[in-house]
């Protein structure tokens, strides 16, 4: 099993800034691809950004230039760094670790970007 638990989350004013982390636990051998979604009030849960076991990125258009997602394996730590925040980036985020088998999910943070 693989436990992951996200934090960092918080208020901040438009055009801040928020890094969220994710650490991860257990049975990590396996894992070979991390990523972020978020999930805003009503609407459905959405992908923001992803990183492969091979370093390969991929982001949602709605948050290209603005959000970067790195890993620091030592740490096994994945995170969200995120600028230039808008009110539509306010959401649930959560964080997923995933193997051939399944993904496992965090219970999220909550990101309220609002002046």
């Known amino acids: 099993q693989v436990q992951v638990v996200e934090s960092g989350g918080g208020l901040v004013q438009p055009g801040g800034s928020l890094r969220l982390s994710c650490t991860g636990s257990?049975?990590?051998?396996?894992?070979?691809?991390m990523g972020w979604y978020r999930q805003a009030p009503g609407k459905q849960r959405e992908m923001v950004a992803v990183?492969?076991?091979?370093?390969?990125?991929n982001y949602a258009d709605s948050v290209k230039g603005r959000f970067t997602i790195s890993r620091d394996n030592a740490k096994n730590t994945l995170y969200l760094q995120m600028n230039s925040l808008k009110p539509e980036d306010t959401a649930v985020y959560y964080c997923?670790?995933?193997?051939?088998?399944?993904?496992?999910w965090g219970q999220g943070t909550q990101v309220t970007v609002s002046s």
């Open positions: 257990g049975r990590l051998f396996g894992i070979n691809h």
């Open positions: 997923t670790w995933g193997d051939y088998v399944r993904d496992y």
């Open positions: 990183i492969s076991g091979g370093g390969t990125t």
